[in-house]
């Protein structure tokens, strides 16, 4: 059983930063391939960051120089660094990660980006 929680959501600024986290509930945290996702109002939800058990790391292009993904292995712990955040950068977050086939995700928190 996989269990993800997200933290780290709220409101900001057009221009300004924010850093989610997502703690994972597995035994051996080191070996997940962990992700974002968004899901804008009105829209399907889609990829924003990877980052691979072996530290590989692949970023949409919309978020490249800007969004940075990090993992804490000994905190069992994914990060999202978020700057210079756009208005159309609203939406539900989500940690997603898979074993055996199967997509695990978090319950999502809101970013809003105000202009």
């Known amino acids: 059983q996989v269990q993800l929680v997200e933290s780290g959501g709220g409101l900001v600024q057009a221009g300004g930063s924010l850093r989610l986290s997502c703690v994972a509930s597995v035994k051996i945290f080191s070996v997940y391939t962990m992700s974002w996702y968004r899901q804008a109002p009105g829209k399907q939800r889609e990829p924003v960051a990877r980052i691979s058990d072996t530290g590989a790391i692949n970023y949409a292009d919309s978020v490249k120089d800007r969004f940075t993904i990090s993992r804490d292995n000994p905190k069992n712990t994914v990060y999202l660094q978020m700057n210079s955040l756009k208005t159309d950068e609203t939406g539900v977050y989500y940690c997603?990660?898979?074993?055996?086939?199967?997509?695990?995700w978090g319950q999502g928190i809101q970013v809003t980006v105000s202009s």
């Open positions: 997603n990660t898979f074993l055996a086939g199967r997509d695990y």
